[in-house]
């Protein structure tokens, strides 16, 4: 269980096809060999380059966890990390006050699981595409997200431009919200729109029967 307010107890998360390891600056060198091996397909993903911005990047991602706004992970196939995911953006909510009290909130920031999260710097080396790795990687950050933490939504977003990622999104059963223009820097070095999905608790079961069926199915697409 990943319990925020707690990020030094994390402990890795272990799937079909995949390991999900909490991010460590001992996971730089790995990490940077993993982007920089082969770039053919990142495309329009905000990948590191070379180790110095690996660096920067795993420095990024743990300030931010310690200051709960992200819990980021390597994924490791076969012993090798071969990529990264991280849950991030939380939020916690601020519940009207009034005679009527919804259960089990508010929750309170360092103490109790956020009430929305978003899957976010999802990216694999071009080895670990296509195994099915992805699709066990991202049941285990959905477990966490709806099964422990309760979350009341769930977001992804991508660059509007990248058909890929989006019709993962789609095929996963994710409902499409609409495109935020202007949204954010893109990694070609323009200002990207951004394609924003998300999924309800109640839409998870199926996500996962989704989710599983790529794993328990044919070694193809990711």
Known sequence: MITVGVLGSLQPREGAHVRLVPMALSHVDALAAAAMADRSTFGLAPIPRDREATLRYVERALADQEANRCVPFVAEVGGAIVGSYRLMSLEWWTWP??????????????????????????????????????????????????????????????????????????????????????????????????????????????????????????????
């Open 97 to 222: 006050e009034g005679p009527i009290h919804v259960a089990d909130e508010p929750r309170v920031v360092g103490r109790d699981p956020p009430d929305v999260a978003e899957i976010g710097h999802v990216w694999l080396s071009t080895a670990a595409q296509g195994k099915a790795v992805n699709a066990a990687a991202l049941i285990l950050l959905m477990q966490q997200a709806f099964d422990v933490w309760r979350v009341h939504r769930l977001i992804w977003k991508t660059d509007a431009r990248n058909e890929r990622s989006r019709n993962v999104m789609v095929r996963l059963g994710a409902g499409l919200e609409g495109i935020m223009r202007s949204h954010s820097p893109a990694a070609d070095g323009g200002i990207r729109d951004v394609a924003l999905y998300s999924i309800a608790p109640s839409e998870w079961p199926e996500v996962r029967r989704q989710l599983e069926a790529v794993v328990s199915g044919p070694s193809k697409g990711s």
